[in-house]
Nanobody, 116 residues
Framework: QVQLVESGGGLVHPGGSLRLSCAASGSIVSRYSMAWYRQAPGKQREMVARISSDSSTNYADFVKGRFTISRDNANNTMFLQMNSLKPEDTAVYYC??????????WGKGTLVTVSS
């Protein structure tokens, strides 16, 4: 059974930065694609960024140029560096593992609040 634990969320001012981490345990996850999703209050969950097993990346248009996804396969960890944060980035951010193009596992999420 795979377990995903996010960390690094918190309160930040507009224009600030945060780095989220996702620690995976229970299986060798380096062979799978992983992704960050987010869900703002009253909105549907949406994909933020995705990284394949060979570290190729894809980003949602609303974070391109501001967020960077990366992974450390040796330590089963994924990261999301978030710069130039905006109030509309406020959401719970979820780590996920993708299998056959769909989310197979979710973390419990970490809250990011961007506010002055």
């Amino acid at each position: 059974q795979v377990q995903l634990v996010e960390s690094g969320g918190g309160l930040v001012h507009p224009g600030g930065s945060l780095r989220l981490s996702c620690a995976a345990s229970g299986s060798i996850v380096s062979r799978y694609s992983m992704a960050w999703y987010r869900q703002a209050p009253g909105k549907q969950r949406e994909m933020v960024a995705r990284i394949s097993s060979d570290s190729s990346t894809n980003y949602a248009d609303f974070v391109k140029g501001r967020f960077t996804i990366s992974r450390d396969n040796a330590n089963n960890t994924m990261f999301l560096q978030m710069n130039s944060l905006k109030p509309e980035d406020t959401a719970v951010y979820y780590c996920s593992i993708l299998r056959w193009g769909a989310v197979a596992y979710w973390g419990k999420g970490t809250l990011v609040t961007v506010s002055s």
